[in-house]
């Protein structure tokens, strides 16, 4: 597990409300993966939020990225020197950090970041959703968390959640933390309206 530093709720940007994308680096098979991620973008930066995510220029990332900044949004983005050197960072972006590590990339979007929500995508997204579940668990930050369900894509993810709880692996109140939704622009404001309250 990462560290987080302390006061891990707070950040230091003057944008009004970030929220932390993760999804895939590759667009995926359907093309309501990629339409989920346009309009993502696009709902985000045409509200004046900030995107936080992964800096990459490929896949479903790239762009989510691409239609925030035509929606007029800014975009904060964190990439490991290893996936410059592949050529897969976004060198269009409001801001783009260049770190040494994995660790650092997801510390450095945690603390940039007031909510966060996972799009398809493998097992990377899965691992950074899980870690931000697993440190709200812990108590080590309020911030919420949610999974878009495009086109069903999460439903087996969703099924083995409902049976952890029900074999008694997981507490059905940890389970409720996860927001899921199917309607992007609800599932944004629903996210934004639980800041602050946990």
Known sequence: MNPLPENANTKSHATNFSMCVYCGSRPGVDPRFAQSARDTGSLIGSQGWELVYGGGKVGLMGMVADATLAAGGTVYGVIPQTLIDKEVGHTGLTELHVVANMHTRKTMMFERADAFLALPGGIGTFEELFEIWTWYQLGMHHKPFGLLNVAGYYDPLIAMLDSMVAQGF?????????????????????????????
């Open 170 to 198: 997981l507490n059905p109140a940890v389970r409720e933390l996860l927001q899921v939704g199917t309607d992007v622009a609800e599932l944004l404001q629903r996210l934004k309206g639980l800041v602050g309250k946990a």
